[in-house]
């Protein structure tokens, strides 16, 4: 049996050596059009930035490494130009032009994403750079190198984009973020982003919200960054990251059936609409669990499933299932770490699909143990059976570990009530008795259940105060320095003898700080007859910081 592989990286790389661990006497090819394979993508900010210091570090094999130990032929270099699936045979075109045909018995696509560059004048000026490769990383290491960088804008704020902002950082430049949503980290809901702006706002980064860019123009040894509302900024290079797109081609020239949002159409064991050629990774599209919808997933983890996957399935006829990704990612922002998994609450919104969520702000580990962290967790779910949908975390220290437990769950089906049942390692200095993502989903429990109606930080913000009494229980002080407009203030340790002070045929949304005293007082109030009482879900500070961010 002979197998070509077009792409020789996460995908690619990947399914070629499981081939070879499933079949010891297949003919393998990897073809490749770069000059490397099996290298780290994932790593290339940090090697720009310095926190990598070797670049032989970034190579997980060589291609003759590669070729060896697996015993296949890895030709880098080589690009495929067309695929023929009627004679099933790919032309493909080496470094010095010459072209050769290569027959196959199974072809695999692997050949990821192309960032994309819009066609704005000055794009091609000296100074502005996509990151995508190794060949990319040279460039602009190069360029950090070669040119006094003071100043670097990021274009883009999802997770590439963060990460190079905190890595120009490093490398010493002023780093500005052009950002054409009115949030950081799209990914994920606004009130989780708030708290990277505020962060990034400390670390001296300049924020461009709102903002999309019309054209650059050069100024001396500067480059301008112009934007549509008529602002600008000046800098010395750029970092355009404002996503990817699928690369599809080869593909689409070969007829085979490119899907609805633009990647490469497979089945659920990774074959193509053409018998015999399967495709992988960045390329492709695939049903979201939890929606059924097509969508591309630009993410490692899932490209080396389906390699591993595709791989068994090229060797042994169509026998492993691919059960898709719900899109669980992580990035480290400078001291933050952010990370989401399934369906955030916009999204849900865009989808039209009933949720409802909660926010909880906890410790990254018991409060009594030096140095325990914010951790903020926001979940969505269905408001009636408690599927979970979606879950974000946003700290210091044990984001991931939550996130990976809540995607676990949710790829399995679970609910807010399985949250409760995870039984989770615990000494002080890693976590509390009761884990953040306990008390997440006892918080998500008893809203559905009924026990505590919450209402978000933007609910607050529409609500009309001649119906609704906004009731802050925290103490005098919590409530001078910094309050909802407009709220009442009667701590919680006095609520059961000034009750009397609040009306009963009026809605009364309770809060505090986070959100316990608040449910505290909602108990209270409820138990002595008042019976339109809701808790602000994360408290004054998910309201404050959200609010603020909104605002600037
Ligand atoms: P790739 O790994 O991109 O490999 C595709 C290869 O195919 C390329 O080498 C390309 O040259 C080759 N190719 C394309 N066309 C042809 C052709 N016609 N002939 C021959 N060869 C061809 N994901 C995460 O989950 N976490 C992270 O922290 C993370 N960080 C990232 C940071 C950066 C800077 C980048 C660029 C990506 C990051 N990703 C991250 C995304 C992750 O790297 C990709 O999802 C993953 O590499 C996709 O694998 P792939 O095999 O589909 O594509």
Redesign the pocket.
């Known amino acids: 049996m002979k197998h070509i592989i077009?792409?020789?990286?996460?995908?690619?790389?990947t399914a070629a050596a499981r081939i070879r661990r499933a079949d010891e006497f297949a003919e393998i090819i990897m073809?490749?059009?770069?000059k490397?394979?099996s290298y780290a993508?994932?790593?290339?900010?940090y090697y720009i930035g310095g926190t990598i210091t070797e670049r032989e570090d970034l190579f997980l094999q060589t291609p003759a490494s590669l070729g060896k130990r697996f015993n296949m032929e890895v030709r880098v270099e080589?690009?495929?130009?067309s695929i023929d699936a009627e004679t099933k045979s790919v032309k493909?075109k080496r470094k010095d032009g010459s072209v050769y045909a290569e027959n196959y018995d199974k072809l695999l696509l692997?050949?990821?994403?192309t960032p994309v560059k819009p066609p704005l004048e000055g794009i091609e000026l000296e100074g502005i750079f996509t990151?995508?490769?190794v060949d990319d990383t040279d460039t602009i290491k190069e360029y950090l190198n070669s040119h006094k960088v003071e100043s670097a804008v990021v274009v883009g704020a999802g997770?590439?984009g963060l990460?190079m902002a905190e890595n120009l950082h490093r490398a010493g430049a002023k780093v500005s973020i052009v950002e054409m949503g009115n949030q950081l980290m799209p990914a994920v809901d606004f009130s989780v982003a708030a708290h990277l702006h505020l962060h990034l706002l400390q670390k001296g980064v300049q924020l461009f919200l709102e903002q999309s860019v019309e054209r650059f123009e050069k100024q001396g040894n500067n480059i301008e960054v112009c934007f549509k509302s008529g602002k600008s900024v000046l800098t010395d290079m750029v970092i355009l990251s404002i996503g990817?797109r699928p690369?599809t081609k080869?593909a689409k020239d070969a007829g085979l059936i490119i899907g609805e949002t633009g990647g490469i159409w497979v089945d659920e064991f990774l074959e193509t609409s053409v018998k015999d050629i399967y495709a992988?990774?960045?390329?492709i599209e695939f049903p979201h669990p939890l929606t059924g919808k097509p969508w591309l997933n630009?993410?490692?983890?899932?490209?080396n499933r389906q390699?591993r996957i595709v791989a068994d399935n090229m060797v042994f006829g169509n026998t492993v299932k691919y059960e898709g990704a719900i899109g669980t990612?992580?990035?480290k922002v400078f001291d933050m770490t952010v990370a989401t998994t399934g369906l955030s609450a916009k999204r849900l919104k865009q989808l039209e699909i009933l949720y409802t969520s909660s926010t909880t702000h906890s410790a990254s580990h018991a409060g009594y143990y030096p140095n325990a962290l914010p951790l903020t967790l926001k979940l969505t779910f269905d408001p009636a059976t408690g599927k979970l949908y979606g879950g974000q975390c946003v700290g210091y220290d044990g984001v991931d570990k939550r996130i990976d437990q809540i995607a676990l769950l949710i790829k399995n089906g679970g609910t807010i009530y399985d949250l409760l049942k995870i039984e989770h390692t615990y000494a002080p200095p890693f976590s509390s008795a009761k884990d953040p993502i306990a008390i997440a989903g006892y918080v998500a429990t008893n809203i559905v259940s009924g026990v505590m109606p919450a209402v978000t930080w933007r609910h607050i913000r529409e609500t009309d105060l001649n119906t609704t009494i906004l009731l802050d229980v925290r103490t005098r002080g919590e409530h001078a320095s910094g309050a909802i407009p407009n709220s009442v203030n009667i701590p919680v340790d006095e609520l059961r003898s000034r009750m009397n002070e609040l009306p009963k045929d009026k809605e009364i949304i309770t809060y505090c700080a986070v959100g316990l005293r608040g449910y505290l007082a909602l108990i209270i109030l409820t138990a002595n007859g008042f019976k339109n009482v809701k808790n602000l879900s994360g408290g004054y500070k998910t309201y404050a910081l959200a609010s603020m961010c909104l605002n600037k």
């Not at 073809?31 to 770069?34: A, P």
């Open positions: 077009i792409g020789g990286v996460a995908g690619g790389a073809l490749e059009k770069g490397y394979i993508n994932c790593g290339l900010p080589n690009e495929v130009i493909v692997s050949p990821g994403a990151l995508r490769n997770f590439i990460e990817v690369e080869l992988v990774g960045d390329a630009y993410l490692a983890n899932p490209a390699g990612a992580i990035a």
